[in-house]
Nanobody
Framework: QVQLVESGGGLVQAGGSLRLSCAAP????????MGWYRQAPGKQRELVAT???????NYADSVKGRFTISRDNAENTVYLQMNSLKPEDTAVYYC??????????????WGQGTLVTVSS
């Protein structure tokens, strides 16, 4: 099992910014798509943004124009820059990666989650 390591959550006022990071171990073979999901209290986990190995991105409508996903393939790391934060962005944010641990052997890896709290 591969564990992704997240960092960067915290408490911020509405209108502020935060940057989340998520790193995969350096020993893996390769990474396909990477992404961020979030789960607010009492709600289901939802997609925030994804980025494939070529750099193409996809965003939830609720974060378009405010959040930016990027990745550093050399460091096996994905980032989420969050600007103009709103109280409704408050959630536990999870990173996800479609990882190849060897040729033909893939798995779906998740981070432990990092809490983002946006105060009004």
């Amino acid at each position: 099992q591969v564990q992704l390591v997240e960092s960067g959550g915290g408490l911020v006022q509405a209108g502020g910014s935060l940057r989340l990071s998520c790193a995969a171990p350096g020993s893996i073979f390769s990474i396909n798509a990477m992404g961020w999901y979030r789960q607010a209290p009492g709600k289901q986990r939802e997609l925030v943004a994804t980025i494939n190995s070529g750099g193409s991105t996809n965003y939830a409508d609720s974060v378009k124009g405010r959040f930016t996903i990027s990745r550093d393939n050399a460091e096996n790391t994905v980032y989420l820059q969050m600007n103009s934060l709103k109280p409704e962005d408050t959630a536990v944010y999870y990173c996800n990666a479609d990882i190849m641990v060897a040729v033909g052997i893939g798995l779906d890896a998740w981070g432990q989650g990092t809490l983002v709290t946006v105060s009004s």
